[in-house]
């Protein structure tokens, strides 16, 4: 049985399934690619100065951190590797059932959310070309959302910006 449902026939876009408002600090994570495999860890370091989510390959190899400060309104948040910041998302608009984030990559192009934010159905697009889908009507499983990343995009920074927007939006950790 798939793990998608409904999804388009749109060749070499990677999927992957991610669980809703399980970001919390201290708690680790898989995120899983369309066959159910374990393609990303979310390591949630709670022992640091600052309160940190770190990206992983299964081998626990770092890839991204995202910082987080605990009881702190977060309208921007950054996105680091080895220590140096690439990108920053920032919330750029917020009304009843739109909302909207931009996101400033430091050596690559710029781009945007917009959509229902918390229900888990927006786009992230660069210069009008979607980046990524995020939806939660791909799956079957209750509290589950999926994320399908165009050809040729950097999978593990499309999915540390959506851990940067959940963290944003919900109240966790």
Known sequence: MPLLRGRRDEANMTRYRMREKLFAIGDDFWIENEAG???FKVNGKALRVRDTLVLET?????LFSVQS????????????R???????IKKALVSPLRDRFSIDVE??????????IVDHEYKIESDGDQVAEVSRR???????????????KDDALVLAVVICIDQMTHDVG
């Open 69 to 80: 400060k605990m009881l702190h309104i977060r309208d921007t948040m950054n996105i680091e």
């Open 37 to 39: 495999q374990r393609a």
């Open 58 to 62: 299964p081998n626990g190899e770092e």
């Open 82 to 88: 080895n220590g140096r910041k690439v990108a920053s």
């Open 138 to 152: 791909w799956f079957r499983v209750r509290d589950t959302y999926g994320v399908e990343i165009a050809p040729g």
């Open 107 to 116: 050596d690559g192009e710029d781009m945007e959310a917009k959509g229902n």
